[in-house]
């Protein structure tokens, strides 16, 4: 077999959960499980949090569905609505909580017939001009939604862009955007991402969403998630699969773009671009191996990439090399390959098996 596997620590997310639901006392929580649980396996991710998770939240209807088939009686928040009008009778039947995020989706909904009612969530654009609705146009849309018979709760959400940078000018607006509309009486109100439930308490709300913070990662430049209290979930482990030595002068890997300073010892890993690892991580970026960092050198291959050992020089063949996770955060790792830690442990690909410790 070849030796990559990510390891996912349960644990950890029921730990992190836990962080989540002590930052907001007495609110609820929908766990966000989108694409496969941020790369940690949907499954495995919703039977570890199945009796302390208030609900979860999910990108589409295929994602709901594989929620529900686990859990029959969580609340599950389709997080962008139904895509098509043709979806809102699946929805209805796996009793979703059913964003709506514009006028379409509004006019939709009341025309369906649907063998029941669901829990709405009204979406506002409270700044960042993604989804939702105007806050005028949720004062106008809200009576009609309340009077509906689609309609069980009634209830408001919006996201913050810029939540995870401290002060942002923009968060403090769209925050009082949304403590202008709860005159309106809706049943229940959610606007915290992780950011905003670590960050911002007049945020919390009835319903927090917390994604990454679940997985062990921090939303923030700063501070880190270790210092946040989190436990990292993941960890992508490979094998050190060759060693060589290499001339003062010599280049290594595609492109010839690292070339060695100093004779040098070079490591190869079980590890690639086809695997989810970053291919513009540049040399530099930090590879976990024999207890220490070690520098990537030379461009990231499909399915290796190389490290320099030259000052490590009792790493062996057979060596395991962690890419992040327990011993590297990935959040080090994406700053270093100018991304988020969430794009990084989106993207392990299916080649990758993962083994999950309870
Ligand atoms: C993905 C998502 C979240 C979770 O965000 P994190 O930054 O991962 O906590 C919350 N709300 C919405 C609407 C989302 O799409």
Request: hydrophobic share 50%.
């Amino acid at each position: 077999m070849r030796p990559l596997v990510a390891t996912i620590d349960l644990a950890a997310i029921r730990h992190n959960y836990a962080v989540a639901k002590r930052c907001a006392p007495g609110r609820q929580a929908f766990a966000v499980v989108k694409a496969n649980a941020y790369g940690h396996g949907v499954r495995e991710v919703v039977s570890a949090l199945y009796d302390e998770a208030d609900g979860f939240a999910v990108a589409s209807l295929e994602e709901a569905a594989e929620v529900r088939a686990m859990h029959g009686e969580a609340r599950i928040l389709l997080l962008e609505g139904c895509f098509a009008a043709e979806e809102l009778p699946m929805a209805a039947h796996l009793q979703l909580d059913l964003v709506v995020q514009g006028l379409a989706q509004i006019e939709a909904l009341l025309a369906a017939e649907l063998p029941r009612s669901l829990n709405v969530w009204l979406k506002l654009d409270s700044g960042m001009h993604r989804l939702g609705l105007s806050a005028d146009e949720v004062r106008r849309q809200f009576p009609r939604l309340r009077a509906a018979a689609q309609v069980a709760e009634l209830n408001l959400m919006s996201h913050f862009a810029c939540a995870d940078e401290r002060g942002h000018s923009l968060t403090e607006l769209q925050l009082e955007c949304f403590l202008d509309l709860l005159d309106l009486d809706f049943d229940q109100r959610s606007l915290a991402n992780s950011a905003a439930l670590l960050t911002i308490p007049a945020a919390h709300m009835d319903w927090l969403r917390p994604g990454i913070m679940l997985y062990g990662a921090t939303p923030f430049a700063d501070p880190s998630a270790a210092e946040l209290g989190l436990r990292p979930a993941m960890s992508l482990t490979a094998q050190l699969i060759a060693v060589r030595e290499v001339a003062a002068g010599e280049s290594v890997g595609y492109g010839a773009t690292w070339i060695a300073e100093r004779p040098s010892r070079i490591g190869t890993l079980s590890c690639g671009y086809a695997d989810g690892y970053p291919r513009h991580a540049p040399s530099g970026t930090p590879v976990w191996l024999g207890g220490r960092r070690v520098p990537l050198v030379g461009r990231v291959s499909m399915d290796m990439l190389t490290v320099d050992l030259t000052d490590l020089p009792e790493a062996a063949v057979g060596a395991a090399a962690e890419l992040w996770g327990a011993n590297l955060p990935v959040d080090e790792v994406a700053r270093a390959a100018g991304t988020i830690g969430y794009e990084l442990l989106t993207k392990v690909t299916a080649r990758v098996p993962r083994r999950y410790n309870a």
